[in-house]
């Protein structure tokens, strides 16, 4: 039997003890994973920035902030939420008791992605202690060092047969998949979650895919420029462009390609000074093969800003591409690094057009000041989420759904969503053995009719 198969019947087994039923028993875990946060910071940052050279600061602000609050906000609401809901009653069920109660699907797998190792990780596995689930963590291979310290450290603070963490490279997780899950939980990218998918299919486990995708960002010429480059300049490069949602690409119209470009570059400068290699806060590519992926990708096309690399450090400056066409190279996949191509278009027509020519993106961003426009991009359109006029930040509201459709993924977390997620919501009615007169038009005749001769 391999260690995974091991791990995985633990952890059932430990679900079916019922110990995980109480709320007070859920609320302890989710008590002790803030803890753990709060006292494990350092480790926490060390193994980012050994990881992604990201930054003590960068790490806070986006890995363990929202992670603690989403852990805060589950604790205060948790009772809330695991409470019966009562549903509409129709006549015949007027004077019964009609609700939906949430329970515990079971044995959860959550796998983990590389880009941002801890909130990616571990935000869905709030929602599966929230729930009430056994969860089984699997940390992504590329990001070791934080693999390493959530593998040594977490089971110090959480239940270690329910929560356990398993590390490993990709014939792990392929001996994982060849378990049964009550639910798989994946982020990462589209290809990995086809396999997911497939594995799943296996057992009828039903899965949540949190993938990505080519998120379109469109800038109408008579908007702020200036403004919209700063919050678009932010929202591409922050962690190196290694985000699902950062905005992939530009569209706008040719007589502003040139004024973009100019106030791209003055923000990169302002943000990251004139040498982002030397700057704290401008992190690194994840290894040498991203690196090597993200060069090939700006072959063919003309570099507007950065363009500079160095592979021994994996560190590819912030880089604008301009003259991009839909058949260019760097157009053919998702980027997930710091490129942000160009493409020009004649205007709000042939953007929309462009945008669903393509896969459903994860997010679609719109930066202008004419709400009617914003409202026809939203009709015409589907995406994941849409966020006009700033980027990321739909991200960092619980009370907004987070994740994909069509190719950017399926189901969808954050608050209560994750624990809706992760639970089975199950219809319950209760009548009572009384009121029998009032059933008699529901049985048959033959029935009634002998019911009376008695």
């Known amino acids: 039997m391999s260690r995974e198969q091991l791990v995985v019947q633990l952890a059932r087994r430990s ?46 602000l986006f890995e363990t902030l929202g992670l603690e609050g989403e852990i805060k906000l589950a604790i205060e609401k948790l009772a809330e939420w695991a409470a019966p809901r009562p549903v509409e009653q129709n006549l015949l069920t007027i004077l019964d008791e009609v609700y939906v109660q949430p329970e515990p699907l079971g044995v959860v797998l959550i796998i983990g992605a590389w880009n941002y190792p801890w909130a990616v990780t571990l935000q ?48 792990e997780t392929q001996e994982l998949l060849k378990q049964r899950f009550d639910h798989i ?12 998918m497939e594995a799943a299919a296996r057992h009828l486990t039903p899965v949540t895919l949190e993938l990505g995708g080519k998120s379109p960002c ?6 702020d420029i200036n403004v919209a480059c700063r919050r678009i300049t932010w929202g591409k490069f922050v962690n190196c462009g290694q985000t699902c949602i950062a905005p992939d690409f530009i569209l706008c119209e040719p007589c502003i390609q040139s004024q973009v470009v100019e106030e791209i570059q003055k923000c990169i400068k302002e943000f990251y000074t ?18 090597k992926r993200l060069m090939a990708l700006m072959e063919g096309s003309t570099v ?21 066409t839909g058949e260019s190279k760097v157009m053919k996949e998702e980027i997930f690094g710091p490129l942000l191509p160009i493409i020009t278009v004649s205007g709000i027509d042939e953007a929309i057009q462009f945008i669903n020519e393509r896969e459903k993106p994860l997010v679609i961003y719109i930066f202008s000041n004419d709400n009617k426009l914003i409202k026809r991009v939203i009709a015409e359109t589907s995406s994941g989420a849409l966020l006009a006029n700033d980027c990321l930040v739909h991200f960092t509201v619980s009370a907004l759904p987070f994740g994909g459709v069509g190719n950017s993924g399926m189901g969808c977390y954050h608050g209560r969503h994750s624990f809706d997620q992760l639970s089975h919501l199950r219809s319950c009615l209760i009548k009572q053995l009384k009121m029998e ?18």
């Open 218 to 223: 469109y800038i109408d010429k008579n908007c």
């Open 124 to 171: 869905p596995l709030v929602g599966a202690i929230a729930a009430g689930n056994a969860a089984v963590i699997k940390p992504s291979e590329v990001s070791a060092h934080s693999a390493k310290v959530m593998e040594e450290l977490l089971p110090q603070y959480l239940d270690k047969d329910l929560y356990p963490v398993v590390t490993g490279g990709v014939s």
């Open 185 to 196: 939980f994946y982020t990462g990218n589209c290809t990995v979650g086809k396999l997911v």
């Open 15 to 60: 679900f079916q003890t019922g110990k995980t039923k109480p709320l007070e028993y859920r609320i302890h875990q989710l008590k002790s994973l803030l803890r753990f946060i709060s006292e494990r910071r350092k480790d926490i940052a060390d193994a980012v920035k050994r990881d992604l050279g990201k930054s003590e600061n960068g790490t806070e």
């Open 304 to 324: 507007a800003v950065g363009g500079d690399s160095d592979e021994s450090h994996c560190y590819i400056a912030p880089t604008v591409l301009k003259d991009v």
């Open 274 to 291: 004139d040498n982002p290699e030397t700057f704290e806060d401008y992190g690194r590519i994840i290894n040498q093969r991203h690196f």
């Open 437 to 454: 007169g009032v059933n008699s038009m529901r049985y048959p005749p033959s029935h009634c009719q002998k019911a009376e001769l008695e």
